[in-house]
């Protein structure tokens, strides 16, 4: 019979010791599975379109945004693991409310990433961390760890089925959510990202605004066989992370949001604490490599909640040429 999220969690636990946050994980599933509801109900619920309302990274917030913010903080929070959470859609950390226990972890995500696509019936996801809380009343400081220091990383992704794919540091596993049963199923047990790939991803309309390494390694994969290469490449842009991820993940890619001059002082899109380093972590455990071109993404000492950073992820060989193109730039 086919393990569920819960069999594996407690086995790997068993097997591996350290923080037991196998519990964490089982509820973070669960939220996911009330977000998928709410996502897969689509316009039926009357949840499509705009907020009236932007968040703090000036993007104008889709309900959407809003609703599944709610959900995931909500469940979360009355858990009593989590001395503190945070989110894209919250300017400051969320306070554990007064007479809900505070346990140990801090718990940071995207709870809607790519919702750009939600209005049309595309691939969307949440992504979350976990990290050990050094205390119970945690500042903005305390949650500024560097993405080595995750004890989960983790993303649900809301597609043609719902699936959670994990790394607690010991590789990478996913689960599909069975509706009938409401439970998470290992069906993707042990991923590995494929170390050669003839498939990038970036958003070409920021062509004039890339530098010069990026500009270089684009141009070559582009040209293919006719330029250098040795072999054609093909291009995916699903403008959701994770949608791209999983796709990395099922079959090779490498995935650039990188640094571009449109605006100098954002550093890229992708938000450092809950995008870049959990992806980091499972695209890592699966024997790919993350790096902002010149750094090891896990590795950077956030200096903010919200930071940005340039990502380039996926497979390793293509990701180790994009950033040889970095050096000395
Ligand atoms: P979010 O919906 O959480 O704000 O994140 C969207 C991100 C990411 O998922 C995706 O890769 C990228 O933005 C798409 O950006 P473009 O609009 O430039 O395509
Ligand atoms: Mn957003
Ligand atoms: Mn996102
Ligand atoms: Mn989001």
């Known amino acids: 019979m086919a393990k569920s999220l819960q069999e594996f969690i407690v086995e790997e636990q068993r097997q591996h010791g350290g923080p037991d946050i196998s519990a964490l994980i089982f509820e973070i599933a669960d939220s996911c ?3 998928a509801v709410a996502v897969n109900r689509g316009a039926l619920s009357g949840v499509m379109g705009y907020a009236a309302s932007e968040n703090i990274q000036g993007e104008t917030q889709k309900k959407l945004d809003v609703i599944t913010n709610d959900i995931f903080t909500h469940d979360n929070e009355i858990t009593g693991f989590y001395a503190g959470l945070a989110s894209e859609e919250m300017d400051d950390p969320y306070e554990i409310s007064a007479g809900i226990q505070r346990g140990d972890y801090l718990l940071v995500y995207d709870p809607l990433d790519g919702s750009s696509n939600v209005d049309v019936n595309i691939s969307v996801g949440t992504i979350f961390s976990i990290l050990k809380a050094p205390n ?3 500042a903005v400081a305390d949650f500024l760890q560097p993405g080595v220091q995750q004890l989960c990383g983790g993303y649900a992704l809301y597609g043609s089925s719902t699936m959670m794919v994990l790394t607690t540091g010991h590789g990478v596993n996913g689960f599909t959510l069975d509706v009938e049963t409401g439970e998470f199923v290992l069906t993707n047990p042990g991923m590995m990202i494929p170390a050669d790939t003839a498939e990038f991803a ?10 010069a390494p990026v500009q270089r390694y684009v141009e070559e994969c582009v040209k ?3 330029g250098g290469r040795e072999k054609n490449f093909n291009m995916r842009w699903v403008a959701s992370m994770v949608a791209e991820v999983h796709r990395i993940l099922c079959r090779g890619g490498v995935f650039m949001y990188p640094f571009d001059t449109k605006d100098p002082t954002k550093a890229g899109k992708l938000r450092l604490m809950y995008e870049a380093n959990p992806m980091s972590f499972i695209v890592e455990q699966a024997g790919g490599v993350s790096s902002t071109g010149r750094q090891r993404i896990m590795e950077i000492q956030p200096n903010g909640l919200h930071q940005r950073v340039p990502v380039i992820l996926g497979s390793k060989n293509e990701v180790d040429r994009v950033v040889s193109y970095h050096q000395g730039v």
């Open 33 to 35: 599975r009330r977000i």
């Open 136 to 138: 119970k009343n945690p």
């Open 202 to 211: 970036i958003n070409m309309s920021n062509r004039r605004f890339w530098e």
């Open 224 to 226: 293919g066989k006719d």
